[in-house]
């Protein structure tokens, strides 16, 4: 198979999986948080998390602590097990209200509860990485996490990227539709503000004072502070609306 040819399968599992979307609740559903916070996640909330707890901060919706491990995912446990973080994480700060964001280093292959090598974009793969997210899930929620919010990634330039994305946020999407987590498990979609037109890669969008922006890492991935900036503030207007 070409690469071509493997990259459009890849994105027809991405698009196939987000169809189970239909039984999870709406992404950005507002839905009342509690604090503690803690934002964890690779380096897609290195940025971010600093962007958070200055935002949170100067609302005043604290304590609130972000913590980010640079190349980490839940590809590979034995390198960097997040479930074992978490339950560190909140045996420290006993959050009650977790944010995500996890995922962008994970294209690779996954080891299978059979034993067995599963190539990314597989069936198996989407399987294994789904029981991943919900171990993840289940050290939070067993360790006082009340609620977990998944930030899903903004587009990315990168075609093969954005296939990846679109993958994951598939497998979230269908997890989040589980009557386990329906309640509690919540899915935010930074794209929504960080994009002139949706599901489109955009590197600078103009302020409501007419400034130019720059929102993206030039590596066409992460986010610059501006952009970090733009999604602490619409978070909180999303989740804790009373802190105008």
């Known amino acids: 198979m070409t ?14 999986v987000t169809g189970a979307e239909t039984d999870a609740p709406k992404i950005g559903e507002p839905v009342k948080l509690d604090t503690p916070v ?10 971010l998390g600093k ?5 949170f901060k100067a609302k005043d919706v604290t304590p609130a602590e972000s913590f980010s491990s640079l190349g980490s995912g839940l590809a590979r446990p034995s390198v960097f097990n997040w479930p074992a973080k978490a339950k560190e994480l909140c045996e420290r700060v006993k959050p009650k209200t977790a944010f995500i964001a996890l995922g962008t280093n994970d294209r690779q292959s996954l080891e299978s509860r059979t034993g067995s090598m599963a ?34 990634t903004p587009p990315m330039k990168s075609d093969v990227n954005e296939q990846h994305a679109q993958l994951v946020a598939g497998i979230v999407a269908e997890v989040a539709g589980e009557e386990k987590y329906r309640d ?20 600078t ?16 991935i992460h986010l610059s502070f501006p952009g970090a900036k733009i999604v602490a503030e619409d978070v909180l207007r999303t989740y804790w609306p009373d802190k105008k």
């Open 119 to 152: 190539v990314a974009g597989t069936d198996e793969w989407r399987v294994e990485y789904k029981c991943r997210i919900e171990e993840l899930l289940d050290a939070l929620y067993a360790n006082g996490v009340t609620h977990a919010v998944w930030m899903l």
């Open 205 to 220: 969008i103009i302020s409501k004072t007419g400034a130019a922006l720059s929102v993206r890492d030039t590596d066409g």
């Open 51 to 55: 962007g958070m707890e200055k935002a």
């Open 38 to 47: 803690i934002f964890i996640g690779d380096s897609m909330m290195k940025m």
């Open 184 to 203: 509690r498990f919540h899915r935010y979609d930074m794209g929504k503000v960080l994009t002139i037109r949706p599901g489109r890669y955009t590197q």
């Open 3 to 16: 690469k071509k040819l493997m990259a459009a399968a890849v994105l027809m599992a991405a698009i196939t």
